[in-house]
């Protein structure tokens, strides 16, 4: 079956950049959709960024401009880089997958981001 598991999230000044991984194993292919969403204490989860398999991403508005997300398709992997951080993009970051043949979705354990101002 399909595993994610993220890595590179901490704690960082507001202005700061990290840089998210995310693993994947098992039957994830190119023409798989990859991203990266978010979970702020009370709120509920939420889209930051989505690379599809064209390559062809699309953002959430209060990111954009400020994180880049990218993959490595060979190793079934997403990145998210994050720059000029704020103290509202404090959460737990996920990483999924949509698998376009099968039609369902993974998610991995997520990844703490506290940004402090």
């Known amino acids: 079956q399909v595993q994610l598991v993220e890595s590179g999230g901490g704690l960082v000044q507001a202005g700061g950049s990290l840089r998210l991984s995310c693993a994947g194993s098992g039957s994830i292919g190119s023409i798989d959709t990859m991203g990266w969403y978010r979970q702020a204490p009370g709120k509920q989860r939420e889209l930051v960024a989505r690379?599809?398999?064209?390559?062809?991403?699309n953002y959430a508005d209060s990111v954009k401009g400020r994180f880049t997300i990218s993959r490595d398709v060979a190793k079934k992997s997403v990145y998210l880089q994050m720059n000029s951080l704020k103290p509202e993009d404090t959460a737990v970051y996920y990483c999924?997958?949509?698998?376009?043949?099968?039609?369902?979705?993974?998610w991995g354990q997520g990844t703490q981001v506290t940004v402090s101002s």
């Open positions: 999924s997958v949509r698998r376009a043949y099968f039609g369902d979705d993974y």
């Open positions: 690379i599809f398999s064209g390559g062809g991403t």
